[in-house]
Every structure is written in structure tokens, then in C-alpha cells.
């Protein structure tokens, strides 16, 4: 009789350990590239089961809320560092902490400064890092050698100097913005030590740093150094050299590549241009945990198993996606690339925007008045004036 | 049966007003199709090229490679059918009722059916997906199904063809002893073709392309629709954008056989003929 | 005469039942909502929502985007609505002449843009569109006319968005007026020919007061279509430039999805209902009085 009971409890265990299922979201490419990595995963775990469910792009931010909402989460999600702030602040998110005091495996140190920012909130830690993006300068080698430089423009100075000779050949310009995007503005902000909130929510738009920074990038609308009315098609016009500089990141590299592989060779990438620093936008995505999942301990281990340079290496290599994990970065396959090596100096000066639950409203609010800058219906006065008024009814 | 002869600068100027018509609307539709079989050099380049000078059959096998078409294809197909079928059956049936029939409070009932166009659905997104939660109905091809198969356009579009069946016609039939559903069937039916027809076509074009609905409903890709599981091969940047375009002609075709199909349904009925006055 | 309670139940209940669960009742929550300050903190616990009364509304009245945003609307509405009206007549017509060669070929390129992939959509017609090297502005330099920028000016972007709008209605409500004309038979047209008639006034006299029921749905249809114009501006500008594109519906999304002000998007969508619901209300009325 008690060998009955016994044998049946183990085989009881053995099923509950077995046929796990770990579910996970993941987006586009992602997801679809992510299977070729969990079946190593699983091979380590005998018995578990990874399931992806891949969400577009375009619509994945609807599933995400509508899951929150529903209360009908996976126990894995592949998060947008743009997005981190909103889903931490419904709640949505296990706190980590503990999972990251045991392990051996994930510490903040081992990732980029910028990138763990994204993933603390109010003092708790709810993502790890999974693959990371900045952005850089994209130039015209060859174009910027006709102006006088061998090199790519190292300073605000420089960039502008080197814009507006590019800009007076006919009918061209020498770079391109677009009017109202905060991931394009605020590395200026950032490059002469200036921000919009400071650590402590405080804001900080009047300092005369930071009407610097906007004096400078509306400069170029008003010089027409970049067309007012945008880049149409970025390959056509970098191809062409309408557009001989812009600002963008990695996927970038490869695509430039097969779009318009007749310039191979005559472009190349740069770090941003100095002013105090050289501050650039980091953006990526992290693993979060969600807090009604079943599988916590579980879910921890695939997000260590994500984080282990092994697995780090092996999704740059499948997909070209810059690792988060920082010692990756000494692998000679990135160290001497010449396009993902400068992504790689660069990602050690990168910030991303304040982790807040306001920082969407007040992003809103910035790109409003910048657009009204740069397109010249405001002076640089009146956008600071209406900046502080908007957002201080934010903050408080 | 007219024995005018259509004169031939008339006939001239609506072929040329048809065809430029034709160019105007079709040519997202030719960039589509041609893009599918490009290489990514060709793409943006400009003058666009609206024939690859170097077609490919890549993207599209590509695309069977990383999609798994048959799990979605089916469930497009089941969810397709049976949402057209309820959903015309079903607005025909409130149309004639809204149209025909007799009671107080019917114009009151019928603005409240209109009102449900009134809020965009974006709103209604979150509570929705709650109730069906609520009902147990997540990841099913009822939740797919059910939402979206009562509709006030179908009502409302069958109730406005339906008045203009006269009367007469139903009342000599209820004179001989005929009731609703008798009337219904043998009358209203088919003299609506050309309307049931028409609905068809919308609900299942409807069908078949939704997108956000079939995302939000299924919690495992076996529920996928087709333009799910197809709009997962982008990147977050607009990579692969040739992928893409070879997975959206591929969801078109089948519409395009269904609107060819029921044009027949849409010519001037024989069905009129029954009328003397 | 009143009909039969079992005729009503049978042919309304299922569509009306239906419709009650799955559309009305979530309509009802999501503008009860309007009258809390649900955000994103309410998200995954509603019970952090609290009430607020009207506080939404009187914050609604005094911003100044969602009134360029109704603006813009309207202009949109009025500007569209009697195009899409005389061109989906127009193509309706032509496509039922008996002498007219292709028929269902020309019906279904009329109708591919509302199934055509909206990538591809807003590519070609962003293409179309471009300062430097679009369609348009190519055509219009045959005749000496100056081109303009057309999606990134704020004048020119809102009736590039209208022409979208436009340019994808014909097809389905071609196809609505279609129907509406296989109902009317042939021999009202003969009769009217041997008595001279000409085909204009057969058209006045004869098509236009036959089409009736369908001119009425479609322009109920597209005043509630139209006032909710959403996916073109999402498409191409995104509201801008300088929120010239900004429609109620893009407005209220940004509210509600971009910056997680659910309650504040719901009081957008109680106006907005209120005065779709009225114009309805209204244009129905108009047509009972004319029948």
C-alpha cells in the first residue's frame, strides 16, 4: 500500500514539474526569432515548454492594455523601454528585487547605466535589460569631404558648420529633424548638461542651458539648413544627398545597406557631437515579469538565461540587436565592426527619458511647443513660458 | 430594349472617366503588388518602379517559411463565414422588422440601434474584452465571432432597401393567411438579392481583414487570424516591409474572388418583373 | 395595425440582444467613465478611480486642442461629405448603364482602396503627396502651377487628408447606391422616354426620388462616419502639422491610449456622441416630414 502512495506522489511531482508551460509576448521579428534561442532553454529544462505569442508592432501597445485591464497576462513580456514607465506605474509588474539580491547571474552592474534607469520605478526595479538601441550620428563620408571634413563633425560647432556648407549647395540641406520628436531634441538638452525634470521631478526648463539647447536645434529650421517639411523617403534622400547627415539607430545600419547598397562605402556612422557631453537617446526593450503570474521562479530563470553573454552573443549575431549585457561589448564580432562599435562607445553615454508615470503628458507637451519653435509661430521665450505653465500643472 | 444608339463620344468619355478612375484608385494596389516582388534595393527607389526590373520570389517564400498559414487560414475562413452568414441573416431580419412591422416605440428603438455607430471603438475596447472575459469567451471563435455580428450599418442598410418593397405586395399576402416569417422568406428575401448581396460583400471584407479584434481576443497564437499572423513579420522600425505586402495580397485574393461571386447577385433583378401595375 | 409580440421578438430580439451585451452595455461603461478621473493607475485596479463630477467636461471646455480638433472635423465633414455624395452617385450611374463594357472590373477598382493594406496606403499616397517629388506636384508643374507641401503645411494638410478620405468612401458607398439602383425597374424608364422625357429629367424625376431610402442611409452614414475620422490622419500626419489634422476621435485616442486620461477621452466621446446623436436625430426627422 505505501509503495502505491509513493509511487503515485512521485509520478504526482514529476507531472507538476514537467509540461510547465512558460508563456511569453514578444514583438514582430522578436518573437518570431525568439524560438531559435528557447529551445536551448528548454533543452536546460527538461520539461518546460516556452510558448511565444508574437504581437505586431503596430498594435501591441492595445493587446498589452487590454491585458493589464483583463488581468490576462503571460508570465513573460517582451517591454519597449518607452513603455516601461506607464505599465510600472498600473501595477502590472513583479518587483524584482529579491530575484536580483539571489542571483549570480543579473546585477545593475552588468548593464549600461541608461538602460537599468528605464527599468526602475519609484525605487524598485521591475525589468531586466534585454537588447538595447541608441542613436547616432548617420553621415555622408564622402559629402562631408567635400565641405572640409575627413571626419565626422565632433562638436556643436562642427555639426553646424559642416550642416550649413552642405546646405548651400542648391537645392539640398545638410541634415534633417523632425519638428516634434523628443527623441530627437532632448540629447541636445542633454549635451549641455541641461533636462527637462531634474532627479527630483523638479522642472528645469528655464535654466539658461536649456534655451540654449533649443536655440540651437531651432537654428537649423531657421537657416533652412534642415527642409521644414521633413524627409520623405530617408533612403532616397541619404541616397541621393539631399539629406547627406541624420540622426537614427542600428536597424538602421542594415537596412541602409540592402535599400541602397549603391552607396556602400561612402557613409559611415558617428558618435553625437560634443557640447558638454555627448549625451544620446537610449531606447530597447526589457523582460518584465507580470505579477499575477503563476510561474515567477520560473520566469526568472528565462530572464537570467536571456542575460548570460552566451544567449547575449547569440541574439546579436540572429538579429543584430545590440546586447544590453555590457561585457558582450568585448567580443571582437562587436568590438570591431565598424558600424556596431561606435553603437557600442556611444551606449556608454546614453540616457533615457525619466521612468515617471507624467512623462507621456509632459513629452506631449514638449513636442507641441518645439514644433511651434522650429517652425518659427513662437520666439524661444514664449516656447519656455508655455513649457513651465503646462507642466508645473502636471507635476504638482 | 432601347433601340437609341448611345452616341460614340459618349460612350468615349465614360470609358476615359472610368479608366482614369481605375488608375487613381488602383495605384496602392499595384505599389502593393509590385513591392511583393521586389528585392529591397528596388523598393524606395525613385521614380518608384511600378515593375521590378529583377522580380523575386523571395518574400513570398519567405513568408511561407515563417508564417504557419494553416492553423490562421482556417480559423479566417471559420470566423469569415459564419460572421457574414449571422451577421446578413441577422440584419436582414431587423431590417424587415424595422422596415414592415408595426409598433410603438420602433423609431425610438431604431435611433437607439443607431446610436451604437455613434461612439468610436476605441472606447469600447477595454470594456468588451472585460465582458467577454467575463463570459469566458477569450480565445474562442464565439468571442471572435459574436461581437461583431449584430450591426446597426446592416440594420439600418436592409431596413432602407426593404421600404421600398411595396406594401401591396405584403398585404395581399397576409390576406391569403401568410405570416412574417412565411412573408420574410418568400418575398423579402428575394427581392433584397441585390442588397443581401451588397452586405455580403461588406461583412466579409470586414471579416476577413479584421485585425485588431482577432489581436486582443486570442491568448495563443492558434486563434490567430490571417492578417495577425501575417502583420507579426514586421520589425519595429518598418523593416521587411516587401514581407509585408506579399502577405497582404495573399489576404486579398480571396476577397476579390468573393466581391467577383457576388457581383452576379448584383444585376437588375428578374425579380421585378413579378410586379404589374 | 400592430404587429405580433412574437414576430418582433423573433425578428429583432437576436440582433437586438446581441447588440445589448456586446455593444450597448460597454458603450454605456465606457462614457460612465467620464464622470471619473480614471488614468493609468485605474488600469489594473479600478477601484482607484475616483468620482469627479463634471470636472472633465469643464476642463474639455476650456482647451483650446479639442476645439481645433471639433474645428477641424466639421471643416472635414462638410468639405466631404457632398463629394463623396456626387462622386459615388456619379460612379454608381455609370457602372449600371447597360451600355457601360467591364462593369465588375470597374466596380472592383473603385472599391480596392478600402481593401487595399493601409501601409501601403499611406506609403503611395505619401509618395503622391511629396513637395520634391510626388505625383501630384508633378502634374500640376505641366501647368505651370506651383506645387505645395502638401502633408507638412497647415493649410494644405487637412484637405490632404479629405481627399484620402474621400478618394477611399467612393468605392463602398458606390456599392451602396448600386444596390440601391438595381430596384428600379426598367419600364419607369421607358414610359418616361415615350413621353419625351430627356435623360436628365428621367434622372431628377425617376432615380433620385427611387434612391431616397439609400440617400438618406448614406448621408446619416457618412455624417457619423465622417465625425469620426480617424485612421487617415493616424495614418499620414498623426494629427499635425501643428494640429491641423487633429480630429475629435485622433484627439480622444491620444487622450485615452498616449496619455492614459481615460476618464478625460470618455467626456470627449459623451460630446461627441451627443452631437452625432443629435444630427442623426435631426436628419431623420427632416425625412419623415419629406415623405
Known amino acids: 500500500m505505501k509503495k502505491i502512495v509513493i509511487s503515485f506522489l512521485l509520478i504526482l511531482l514529476a507531472i507538476s514539474i514537467c509540461g510547465t508551460t512558460l508563456k511569453v509576448w514578444a514583438m514582430g521579428e522578436e518573437a518570431k526569432t525568439l524560438p531559435v534561442v528557447t529551445q536551448e532553454f528548454e533543452k536546460e529544462n527538461p520539461g518546460v515548454k516556452v510558448e511565444v505569442q508574437a504581437l505586431p508592432w503596430s498594435n501591441a501597445f492595445e493587446k498589452l492594455l487590454t491585458g493589464v485591464a483583463g488581468r490576462q497576462l503571460p508570465d513573460v513580456i517582451q517591454m519597449g523601454t518607452t513603455w516601461m514607465p506607464s505599465f510600472s506605474a498600473m501595477g502590472a509588474f513583479q518587483d524584482l528585487g529579491k530575484y536580483i539580491e539571489k542571483s549570480e547571474i543579473i546585477s545593475e552592474d552588468k548593464f549600461f547605466p541608461g538602460s537599468w534607469s528605464t527599468c526602475v520605478y519609484k525605487g524598485k526595479v521591475y525589468g531586466i535589460p534585454w537588447y538595447v538601441d541608441t542613436r547616432v550620428l548617420f553621415y555622408r563620408t564622402d559629402l562631408l569631404a567635400e565641405v572640409g571634413y575627413t571626419e565626422a563633425p565632433k562638436n556643436w560647432d562642427e555639426l553646424y558648420d559642416a550642416a550649413k556648407k552642405l546646405a548651400e549647395r542648391p537645392d539640398m540641406y545638410g541634415l534633417t529633424f523632425q519638428t516634434n520628436e523628443i527623441q530627437e531634441f532632448i540629447p541636445f538638452v542633454w549635451q549641455n548638461g541641461a533636462t527637462v525634470i531634474d532627479e527630483n521631478n523638479k522642472l528645469k526648463v528655464d535654466e539658461p542651458n536649456f534655451k540654449e539647447a533649443l536655440d540651437y536645434f531651432a537654428r537649423f529650421f531657421e537657416e533652412d539648413i534642415v527642409p521644414k517639411a521633413g524627409s520623405g523617403n530617408i533612403f532616397q534622400d541619404f541616397a541621393s544627398g539631399f539629406v547627406p547627415m541624420f540622426f537614427t539607430g542600428p536597424w538602421m545600419v542594415s537596412m541602409i545597406h540592402e535599400q541602397t547598397p549603391q552607396i556602400d562605402g561612402k557613409w559611415a556612422v558617428a558618435l553625437m557631437p560634443e557640447k558638454i557631453t555627448r549625451t544620446s537617446f537610449m531606447g530597447g526593450s526589457n523582460w518584465v515579469i507580470s505579477k499575477t503570474s503563476k510561474n515567477k521562479e520560473l520566469a526568472w530563470k528565462f530572464v537570467e538565461f536571456m542575460s548570460t553573454p552566451e544567449v547575449q552573443l547569440q541574439w546579436y549575431q540572429l538579429l543584430k540587436a545590440l546586447p544590453a549585457v555590457k561585457e558582450v561589448w568585448n567580443y571582437s564580432e562587436l568590438k570591431d565592426d565598424p558600424f556596431t562599435s561606435v553603437f557600442g562607445e556611444q551606449l556608454k553615454d546614453a540616457r533615457a527619458t525619466p521612468n515617471i508615470a507624467e512623462w507621456e503628458k509632459i513629452e506631449s507637451i514638449v513636442e507641441g511647443v518645439l514644433e511651434k519653435r522650429v517652425l518659427g509661430k513662437i520666439t524661444t521665450d514664449e516656447a519656455i513660458d508655455e513649457m513651465t505653465q503646462k507642466i508645473s500643472k502636471i507635476l504638482k | 430594349m432601347r433601340k437609341k444608339k448611345i452616341p460614340f463620344i459618349e460612350q468615349l468619355g465614360v470609358h476615359i472617366i472610368l479608366f482614369a478612375a481605375f488608375l487613381i484608385m488602383a495605384i496602392p494596389f499595384f505599389w502593393m503588388v509590385s513591392t511583393s516582388f521586389k528585392n529591397p534595393d528596388e523598393i524606395y527607389i525613385f521614380p518608384p518602379r511600378w515593375v521590378p526590373h529583377r522580380p523575386t520570389f523571395d518574400n513570398y517564400i519567405e513568408l511561407f517559411k515563417t508564417v504557419d498559414f494553416g492553423r490562421p487560414l482556417l480559423n479566417t475562413i471559420i470566423v469569415a463565414v459564419t460572421s457574414t452568414f449571422l451577421s446578413v441573416m441577422l440584419s436582414a431580419m431587423a431590417g424587415y422588422g424595422f422596415a414592415k412591422f408595426r409598433f410603438r416605440g420602433k423609431e425610438k428603438l431604431f435611433l437607439l440601434v443607431l446610436a451604437t455607430l455613434m461612439v468610436p471603438g476605441q472606447m469600447t475596447l477595454i470594456p468588451v474584452y472585460l465582458i467577454l472575459n467575463s463570459l469566458n469567451l477569450l480565445n474562442t471563435y464565439a468571442g471572435l465571432i459574436l461581437p461583431g455580428v449584430a450591426s446597426a450599418f446592416g440594420i439600418f442598410f436592409m431596413r432602407q432597401f426593404i421600404t421600398s418593397i411595396p406594401d401591396e405586395l405584403i398585404d395581399a399576402a397576409k390576406m391569403d393567411g401568410a405570416r412574417e416569417f412565411f412573408i420574410f422568406l418568400k418575398i423579402i428575401l428575394p427581392l433584397s438579392k441585390p442588397a443581401l448581396a451588397t452586405l455580403t460583400i461588406f461583412n466579409f471584407v470586414g471579416a476577413w481583414n479584421s485585425f485588431l479584434w482577432p489581436l486582443i481576443v486570442a491568448t495563443d497564437e492558434k486563434m490567430y487570424t490571417l492578417p495577425v499572423a501575417i502583420s507579426v513579420v514586421q520589425g519595429q522600425y518598418g523593416e521587411k516591409i516587401a514581407l509585408q505586402m506579399s502577405g497582404s495580397f495573399i489576404v486579398i485574393i480571396p476577397i476579390i474572388i468573393v466581391f467577383f461571386f457576388a457581383q452576379k447577385y448584383i444585376i437588375k433583378g428578374l425579380s421585378m418583373s413579378g410586379m404589374k401595375f | ?291
Request: positive net charge; charged residues 10%.
Open chain 3, 1 to 291: 395595425m400592430k404587429t405580433r409580440l412574437s414576430a418582433i421578438l423573433i425578428f429583432l430580439g437576436p440582433a437586438l440582444f446581441i447588440m445589448t451585451v456586446f455593444i450597448i452595455i460597454p458603450i454605456a461603461l465606457s462614457l460612465l467613465i467620464s464622470v471619473t478621473d480614471f488614468n493609468v493607475y485605474a488600469i489594473f485596479d479600478w477601484r482607484n478611480a475616483k468620482f469627479i463630477g463634471f470636472q472633465n467636461f469643464i476642463n474639455l471646455f476650456s482647451d483650446e486642442i479639442f476645439w481645433k480638433a471639433l474645428f477641424n472635423t466639421f471643416y472635414a465633414l462638410v468639405v466631404a461629405m457632398p463629394l463623396t455624395i456626387i462622386f459615388s452617385l456619379l460612379f454608381a450611374l455609370l457602372l449600371n448603364r447597360g451600355a457601360t463594357y467591364l462593369k465588375s472590373f470597374f466596380r472592383l477598382s473603385l472599391y480596392l482602396p478600402s481593401i487595399t493594406n493601409t501601409v501601403a496606403i499611406a506609403v503611395v499616397w505619401a509618395w503622391l503627396l511629396n513637395p520634391r517629388y510626388g505625383l501630384l506636384n508633378w502634374f500640376l508643374g505641366l501647368f505651370g502651377i506651383a506645387g505645395q507641401n502638401w502633408l507638412s503645411d497647415p493649410k494644405w494638410a487637412m484637405p490632404s487628408i479629405i481627399a484620402l478620405v474621400v478618394w477611399k468612401a467612393i468605392g463602398p458607398n458606390m456599392l451602396l447606391f448600386l444596390a440601391g439602383l438595381q430596384n428600379i425597374p426598367d419600364f419607369l424608364y421607358e414610359a418616361a422616354e415615350l413621353d419625351g422625357a430627356n435623360r436628365w429629367k428621367q434622372f431628377l424625376h425617376i432615380t433620385v426620388p427611387s434612391l431616397r431610402p439609400q440617400l438618406l442611409f448614406v448621408s446619416v452614414m457618412l455624417v457619423i462616419g465622417y465625425l469620426q475620422l480617424f485612421e487617415e490622419p493616424y495614418m499620414l500626419t498623426k494629427g499635425g502639422p501643428l494640429n491641423s489634422t487633429m480630429s475629435i476621435v485622433l484627439y480622444l485616442y491620444r487622450q485615452g491610449f498616449y496619455q492614459f486620461n481615460f476618464g478625460y477621452a470618455s467626456a470627449v466621446a459623451v460630446v461627441l456622441f451627443g452631437i452625432i446623436l443629435a444630427l442623426t436625430a435631426i436628419q431623420m426627422r427632416l425625412r419623415k416630414y419629406q415623405e
